[in-house]
């Protein structure tokens, strides 16, 4: 099992920045990917940001340029720093990843962001 826990949502004005971390603790050998998605109230989940286990990362058109995903493996964390927000980037913000030997699927509490 792992367990993941986000950190770092809030309340940001337009143009403002905040930073999101993920704490992976548990059964965290062979993590494959963790990504951030989000989801604002009626609408889906949507991916945010990847970022696999040999370093690459993949981020969602609306956030490419604005949004950065890195990871600390000493630390097991992930954060998503997120540069002039959106109102649009309002959301709650979940860490997700896929880990262990039988690439089990993970999922945090999420943690809100809120951008007016």
């Known amino acids: 099992q792992v367990q993941l826990v986000e950190s770092g949502g809030g309340l940001v004005q337009p143009g403002g920045s905040l930073r999101l971390s993920c704490a992976a603790s548990?059964?965290?050998?062979?993590?494959?990917?963790t990504s951030w998605y989000r989801q604002a109230p009626g609408k889906q989940r949507e991916l945010v940001a990847t970022i696999t286990s040999g370093g690459t990362t993949i981020y969602a058109d609306s956030v490419n340029g604005r949004f950065t995903i890195s990871r600390d493996n000493a630390k097991n964390t992930v954060d998503l720093q997120m540069n002039s927000l959106k109102p649009e980037d309002t959301a709650v913000y979940y860490c997700?990843?896929?880990?262990?030997?039988?690439?089990?699927?993970?999922w945090g509490q999420g943690t809100q962001v809120t951008t007016i």
């Open positions: 997700y990843t896929v880990a262990g030997a039988i690439r089990g699927r993970y």
């Open positions: 548990g059964s965290i050998f062979n993590i494959y990917v």
